[in-house]
Each structure stands twice: as structure tokens, then as C-alpha cells.
């Protein structure tokens, strides 16, 4: 057994026990809870230290079982405007289900009522349920690596890392197809790379360009 589990474990029950208790979703009994308190209260209860929590509250929020909220606010004092920004932290419906067990209650399949394997095209279902034409497979895995990367990368806001997922999820959703629709990948695939090349992520740029110029 992984020694850190028992304490992912501590954390995620805390988190799950702040949702279950909640009577808003900020403050004193919100369901998200910012770090200094989380710290505090995970070391009164469990006993853990502040680098503990932080480690593996970085592993659980990478996994998708925690997620980060960041709000921005502005302040005008004497004329100044001065940015604030403060990040909470809540459990996912993913971190629900692990302590839980899995609810019937799950995202409805968009592919429900066809018969992939009989629509005649040689596709695969993936791991994490997505499905991809087999021919694209190797690019729909650079696809989800880059949008990992992307994902954690601190120079960009959360609203370019929304904007890029989202991206990258439609170039997905065309290799699903026998021949995607290269106007669409090409354009699309023009406005990631060049927003992405500039952030110190060119090495896994250069593995995806490949596949998508081999694809248009």
C-alpha cells in the first residue's frame, strides 16, 4: 500500500464530510474550504502536517478528486484598483463516488441507443470511456497529454485553460470519425499551438504537430 493513501484518504474524508455538512458553499459551513483552513483542521483531526496536506491535496486535485475554485476580485482603495485572488477548495462528484460507491446518477453516455461496433467504423472504447477511431489513437493520447499539461501549468489563467481543453476536446471528438473534418482540426489546432508554443511547453508540441499534419 502506497503510504500517502491513508492520508489522501484523511483529506478527501474531510472534504467529503465539509460537503455533506454544508449549508452554503463558502465560508465557516461551506462545502469548499480554503487552504489554511483545510491545514488546520486536517492536522486537529488527523494529526498531519501542512506539507502533507499539500502534497497530496496537489496529488487528489491532479487525479479529480478535489477541485480548485479561484475568485477574482478587484479592491479600489484611494483610486487604486488592486486585484485579489482567493482559491477554495471542494470535492468532486469523483471524490463523492469513491467514498460513496458509484451512484446510478452518472453523465449520460452522448453515443447511447448507437451500436458503435456495428456503424461499420474500426473505433475503440478507451480506458476512461472515451471512444477514438483506432487509426487516431496515438493522437488522441498526445491530445490528453497536452491537455493535462495545460491543465496544471501556472502562466495560464484558468480562463485560457478552459478555452484550450475545450479546444482540444473538439479536435477529439472529431477522431471519432473515419475522416475528421480537416478545416476544422486545422483551425483549431492553428490557434492551441500558437497560444501554447509561448508557454514552455514546445516538447509536447512538437510530438501532437506531427500526428495532426499527418491527419490534414
Known amino acids: ?78 483610486g487604486v484598483t488592486i486585484p485579489s485572488r482567493v482559491t477554495w477548495y471542494e470535492i468532486t462528484a469523483v471524490g463523492i463516488d469513491k467514498i460513496e460507491g458509484e451512484s446510478e446518477y452518472q453523465p449520460a453516455d452522448r453515443f447511447a441507443g448507437i451500436n458503435i461496433h456495428a456503424s461499420g467504423e474500426n473505433v475503440i472504447t478507451l480506458g476512461d470511456g472515451n471512444i477514438v477511431n483506432v487509426h487516431y489513437q496515438e493522437l488522441h493520447n498526445e491530445l490528453n497529454n497536452l491537455k493535462n499539461e495545460i491543465k496544471q501549468h501556472s502562466e495560464f489563467t484558468e480562463a485560457q485553460k478552459l478555452d484550450l481543453v475545450a479546444d482540444i476536446e473538439t479536435i477529439k471528438d472529431q477522431l471519432i470519425k473515419s475522416k475528421p473534418d480537416k478545416t476544422i482540426v486545422s483551425k483549431i489546432w492553428g490557434g492551441i499551438e500558437k497560444v501554447v508554443t509561448g508557454a514552455n511547453l514546445i516538447e509536447l508540441i512538437t510530438k501532437v504537430t506531427p500526428l495532426i499534419n499527418s491527419l490534414i
Open 1 to 78: 500500500m502506497n503510504p500517502n493513501d491513508e492520508i489522501r484518504q484523511n483529506i478527501l474524508q474531510y472534504f467529503y464530510d465539509r460537503n455533506a455538512n454544508a449549508t452554503s458553499k463558502y465560508g465557516k459551513k461551506g462545502s469548499a474550504s480554503k487552504i489554511s483552513n483545510a491545514r488546520k483542521e486536517l492536522k486537529d483531526k488527523y494529526g498531519l502536517k501542512q506539507n502533507e496536506v499539500v502534497s497530496n491535496l496537489n496529488y487528489l486535485i491532479d487525479q479529480g478528486w478535489i477541485k480548485e475554485i479561484i475568485i477574482e476580485k478587484h479592491i479600489e482603495r484611494s
